[in-house]
């Protein structure tokens, strides 16, 4: 059984005590209520070294939101996938829809973010999902599939075992238009067939896919109740503990 995870992604959002003040009352609900679901937050790379130190990894994991394409060196304002790791933090969000749009991210360059996460045995939470134009295209099945092999096709395959998917559709991100959850779950399956058909059914039986996009309290436990749904990236409802805890608890 793949096991349920609840990410909140919580974006350029929260100053330093906010942040940090969350992310320790998150730990200490999580570890008074033991929750199903392993809980992952991606807060500012700023403040991810001191959210570690205060919590306890047993209990709540942290993301960075972005990793750098390259190595090491002179690459400004980059953090490289071995930084991540000197400090001690397991998974990235990569290819997440507002850096494809607002940096130009494209296929190529989230596939090199891929490989740096492997390399440094991180676990990417890799993000697909089409635009309001190509879902209202009947075109979104093809964008997704096109998405995911142009990135896994360039990895090693032993690694994709370490790989967490994200569908986000991209009308549904801060919109409070959430996919249905008959919607959410056809592209799921689909994303489930894709890797079947090109990884084998091993890697598309094990593999998490995360459905993000406008969950909150009220819908999470029935998105998440649909059979290929393993859970969510949360953005907005992230942010408040209240709503998040009910999020995490509707993930079972
Ligand atoms: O982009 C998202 C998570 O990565 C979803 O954001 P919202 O939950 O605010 O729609």
């Not at 991209?170 to 996919?179: E, F, L, P, R, S």
Request: charged residues 25%.
């Amino acid at each position: 059984m793949r096991k349920k995870i609840v990410a909140g992604n919580w974006k350029m959002n929260l100053l330093f005590e906010e942040a940090l003040k969350l992310a320790s009352d998150l730990n200490g609900w999580i570890a008074d209520n033991l929750p199903e679901a392993e809980v992952i937050i991606a807060p500012s790379a700023i403040y991810l070294q001191t959210i570690l130190e205060n919590i306890d990894e047993q209990y709540l994991k942290v993301a960075s939101q972005d990793v750098s394409a390259y190595e090491s060196g002179a690459y400004t304002g980059d953090i490289s996938a071995k930084q991540l790791d000197s400090i001690g933090l397991d998974f990235s969000l990569v290819g997440h829809s507002e850096r494809r749009e607002y940096q130009k991210e494209d296929d190529d360059l989230l596939a090199k973010k891929l490989q740096q996460l492997f390399q440094n045995q991180l676990y990417p939470i890799f993000c697909v999902g089409e635009k309001l134009e190509e879902r209202e295209a009947n075109q979104h099945f093809e964008v997704i599939e096109r998405q995911i092999l142009n990135v896994l096709k360039q990895q090693a395959p032993e690694n994709l075992s370490k790989l967490i998917i994200a569908y986000e559709p991209v009308w549904a991100i801060g919109t409070g238009k959430t996919a249905t959850p008959a919607q959410a779950q056809e592209v799921h399956a689909h994303i489930r067939k894709v890797i079947e058909t090109h990884f084998g059914s091993e890697l598309a039986i094990s593999t998490p896919i995360l459905y993000g996009g406008s969950v909150n309290a009220s819908n999470a436990e029935e998105l998440f109740s649909q059979p290929d749904i393993d859970g969510g990236l949360v953005g907005g409802a992230s942010l408040k503990l209240e709503d998040f805890t009910q999020i995490i608890l509707a993930a079972k």
